[in-house]
């Protein structure tokens, strides 16, 4: 076996020194730090995690705002090798999935292989060192926290040191892309005129601003996806007492009830960490369950066929009869979505439809069409429903409200895979472009692209799901790419890049399938953008983890080593010597008319006499081939 693969300085007293690292792994979100788990329970800690931001988890880290919670049950949010037996309820609150997070960086003792507030800002293959090089920005610590255009905005008031303390470059032979998806905000609404003169502040649900005091305020607050409405309900109580709340809503999302845990909510609080810690098995039992619940919703929502349609339309009106009996008649209207339940992420709510009865609180569809310093206009015109609905009652008249700060719960960047990392791989091709060329961002299981050898993309464009937990699906690309990565740190094969057929063959199928899936129902969300899904996986997560378990080696250009060579030529030579082992046993237990316990005799007379004498022409050969080996 080749020689342990060390971090080390190369070229030391050169100019052109630089760290070489085995592994580089970007990003130390919940991806990222289950890599680096799982490398060191395979006994390999030469690898080093950079991350951009001021602290790990990544959207943990990242989205503080009030009500941020898990809205997956908790077991099944977690990692199946290192579970949490003592989650304080079942949808636990963002600080406890990032004190979780931490606790494995501390059980697994990597914390001395993270770098913060380091950004990776672009890969580079170099072809003759068969090696990823990678520039580093080493950033003012805390500056990683914001966005990129608050980013720009520091820097043109004060200056590139006021983000950036130098550059670095490092070189590595594998390099794993573990960033996030709900890490970069949307920005401010384009289509909005006045944000300037706006005198209030203006923050995103994502950069949560501590410092705003929103007592007696008349906030606004633009989205209705799942941060908004995990926010919204808390803004009018302790301890932030806003005087009004006004939300702004494009088009209204399918609502459906959380989950209830077993024993009830005080039961399960009570009870649970104790049963799952004591019981054998117990925590593993209600994991699966969490996870067959989710995949009974693949098959009978997610897919699409007659069966489907009969079961979605029958959930709708029972989800619609449920949102009329919460909220008030006025909003009945507006609530009522006109597509398919699962196009759009769904909200798993408790609070929000309830919150809607609370006076200081209002929703609308009319659109923001101009903000001026101390207030909003909203319409005339409506987004929902359309206009051309003359039968709807929905008001289209232009009003203006008071406003003293606005909050953006309109999403993330999530369609734009990778940015703004660059990748340049084989030939000095942009992995944008290539995306670009053939369509739109994507990736062999959302794992790896041909022309970017030794690159694995962990949760990369259509690895999300509508109704599992994004940790089994990271989890699944972190094992499928240590099958991978094992042989290269093992000396066996120099690089592994997927063949071009391979990926171009599953995206196509990856495409065609969401067309016929839910996810094509009529909703404009963020998993697709101008037709492009590249966001949804179209199938169950039972076969994804089937495909991730299973590699399909053909579908993979694996440029072997000498070292590897040999081992596989070895292993061809005994598979070839033990299959005629056993056609020769039971040829001679025929002729002879042997019993079973005979027929264990003449096996092992055999192994002894023709697998030795196999082994032995197995050496010769290995001999032979490392003669005629170049020096």
């Known amino acids: 076996m080749s020689p342990p693969d060390t971090i080390r300085v190369v070229n ?63 077991p099944f949010y977690s990692f199946s090798f290192s579970q949490n037996y003592s989650w304080a309820n079942l949808y636990p609150e963002g600080a406890e999935i990032y004190k979780y997070l931490s606790d494995i960086i501390e059980k697994y003792q990597f914390v001395d292989k993270i770098q913060l507030n380091t950004d990776v800002s672009e890969l ?48 590595a032979r594998i ?4 960033a996030g998806g709900l890490v970069e905000p949307n920005a401010w609404p384009s289509s909005i005129p006045g944000r300037d003169l706006f005198e209030g502040p203006v923050f995103h649900s994502a950069r949560w601003d501590d410092e705003v005091d929103l007592t007696d305020k008349n906030v606004v607050v633009v989205g209705t996806g799942c941060s908004a409405a995990q926010l919204v309900p808390r803004l009018t109580k302790e301890p932030y007492n806003a005087s009004t709340v006004t939300q ?9 009830p959380k989950a209830k845990p077993p024993g009830g909510k005080e039961g399960y609080e009570k009870y649970s960490p104790t049963l799952f810690s004591t019981v054998p098995g117990m925590a593993k039992l209600f994991r699966f369950i969490c996870f067959a619940t989710g995949e009974k919703d693949w098959f009978t929502i997610f897919d699409d066929n007659s069966w489907n349609h009969k079961y979605r339309k029958k959930l709708e009106l029972q989800m619609v009869e449920r949102m009329k009996s919460i909220v008030p008649e006025k909003y009945h209207e507006i609530l009522t979505p006109d597509y398919a339940i699962g196009c759009k992420r769904r909200i798993f709510d408790e609070d929000w439809l309830p919150s809607l009865n609370d ?30 609905d003359t039968n709807s009652k929905v008001s289209i008249e232009e009003e203006t409200i008071p406003a003293d700060v606005i909050i953006l719960g309109n999403g993330f960047e999530v369609t734009t895979w990778l940015h703004p990392l660059k990748i340049r791989g084989k030939g000095g091709k942009y992995m944008q472009d290539v995306w670009d060329e053939r369509g739109g961002p994507q990736a062999y299981l959302g794992l790896a692209m041909d022309g970017f050898p030794n690159l694995f993309i962990i949760f990369g464009p259509n690895t999300a799901t509508g109704h599992s937990s994004v940790i089994l699906a990271s989890e699944n690309m972190v094992e499928y790419s240590l099958k ?13 890049e997927v063949k071009k057929e391979s990926e171009v063959a599953w995206t196509k199928l990856v495409q ?12 404009q969300s963020w998993y697709q953008r101008d037709g492009w899904n590249a966001t949804a996986y179209p199938y169950s997560q039972i076969d994804f983890t089937l495909r991730c378990m299973f590699p399909k080696w053909s579908d993979w250009d694996l440029q072997y080593t000498p070292e590897g060579q040999l081992k596989k030529a070895a292993r061809q030579v005994l598979g070839i010597l033990l299959l005629l082992v056993v056609i020769v046993t039971g040829y001679a237990l025929r002729q002879q008319g042997s019993n079973v316990f005979s027929g264990f005799k003449i096996l092992n007379h055999l192994l002894r006499r023709y697998v030795k004498q196999g082994l032995f022409s197995a050496l010769d050969l290995v001999n032979r081939a490392i003669t005629m080996l170049p020096d």
């Open 248 to 256: 702004i809503m494009r088009s209204p999302p399918w609502v459906v």
């Open 124 to 171: 580079r293959w170099l072809e003759d060192a068969q090696l990823w090089e990678a520039d580093l920005t080493h950033m003012v610590p805390g500056t990683g926290d914001l966005s990129r255009k608050a980013l720009n905005q520091r820097i043109a008031k004060k200056g590139r040191e006021s983000v950036y303390l130098r550059k670095e470059t490092v070189r």
């Open 175 to 178: 390099v794993c892309s573990c």
């Open 512 to 523: 065609e399938r969401n067309k016929k899936s839910v996810f094509n129902g009529g909703c």
């Open 484 to 496: 991978l990565i094992k042989k290269i740190l093992h000396g066996d094969v120099s690089t592994i």
């Open 359 to 388: 006076p200081k609180i209002e929703l609308t569809t009319k659109p923001i069409t101009k903000v001026s310093p101390k207030s909003i206009t909203i319409g005339p015109g409506r987004t929902y429903p359309d206009m051309s």
């Open 12 to 74: 030391g007293l050169e100019k052109n020194a630089y760290t070489y690292y085995p592994i580089l792994i970007v990003g130390a979100g919940e991806s990222g730090i289950a890599l680096a788990a799982r490398l060191k329970e395979e006994g390999f800690d030469q690898y080093r995690l950079f991350e951009r931001q001021a602290g790990i988890g990544g959207t943990w880290w990242i989205n503080r705002y009030p009500g941020v919670a898990c809205d997956v049950p908790a």
